[in-house]
């Protein structure tokens, strides 16, 4: 659903004209009417990166599930639970001239997903059957018509960051990754700061840890000079 | 880990001298470093329900999962995630003269839970085994040594309440159920009202509808009634 609409006072930065379709946050995926899978996602890094977007003029469209941080203003927000239906706000969305995908989006859904809270079956155990989700970053990146300029995945990795999500950049077709190491030891998950490598055709980049806020300023730089040069 | 021990300031209320272990919110179960299993209690029933002790007098022992609302001052907050943290807890607090079950436990846990981020298998599902949880409020209610005198417990229910619930005490071996309809037509779970049903051995009361705060302070005050009566 809608939660508001607001594209107000837009700034005159060198994003000024452009429309960004941004995802963040975590998805839940319900079990039954009480229980859901969720993940640790706070949505600060996308949150942060929405009010940079926005700061360099950019039209926002912030596409967000159950996050722990509340959404900037000035951007369209749009908010949603289940991977699905972030699936279904990014197409409604599109076109844009640029998608990014920091949502931490369940591959995985429960099919057998039921109307009445789960009881304790004869063995004690439940019985759950999942089905994949849509893949919203691979879905966009290989649209014929109406692919953005620049699409941008993120890959939270707990190991081996920088061969997993290059190999996850060629698989998924997005032009940038953003990775990080979100291994508990690290704190970023639900922290404050982030320490990001960013895989792109040139290869691995490796920017010092720093605040999110900073993180997102300087990605929102990036995505500015990107789509300039491309036009 | 226990977040702070604070009984200062107790009021000299019926509950004055009287030792209360009180869980309350939901619980996570990890399924890998960044997944979870969760439910959507927001731990407000039970949150009202340890101000509400805590003013007739109580010692409170608040032990509660990830919750949305904050603890109240004045009682011993003792901040877990998982269903097995909350049965150590339980245990590390025994005894008391009362114990109130509130909390949205996890009945089973993911035996599999990995310390790696798991990735999609060939077949693109995971594959999730589950073990059941300690049984928290069985396991208090049955105890041969150091019983609390009052044993209550909750029941979230989404169909046949007054069936399920009074079932669910006799299974148990406590002495009350407080039992609620929390199908989402309701708007009970996460909102602030509650309409519940008291199962003891007299049967099942009905309750109106009234905010969580006033089921609270009726509930805390029968609490307080069965003390006296039981000495």
Redesign the interface.
Known sequence: AIVAAIAAKLSDGPLKGRRIVLTSGPT?EP?D?????????SGAQGTALARALRDLGAEVVFITGPASVAPPEGVEVVAIETAQEMADAVSAALPADAGVFAA?V???RVTSASD??LK?SKD???V?E???NPDILKTVSHLKEGRPGLVVGFA????DVVDNATAKRLRKGCDWIVAND???ATGI?GGSENAVILISDAGAENWPRMDKGAVARRLADRIAEALTDRG
Chains 1, 2 share one sequence.
């Not at 939270?156 to 190991?159: D, I, V």
């Open positions: 839940h079990i009417p009480v229980r859901y899978i969720a993940n640790r996602s931490a369940a591959d995985w009445r809270k304790k004690g155990l439940p759950m999942f089905v994949e939270a990795e707990t190991n979100v291994s508990p998950m």
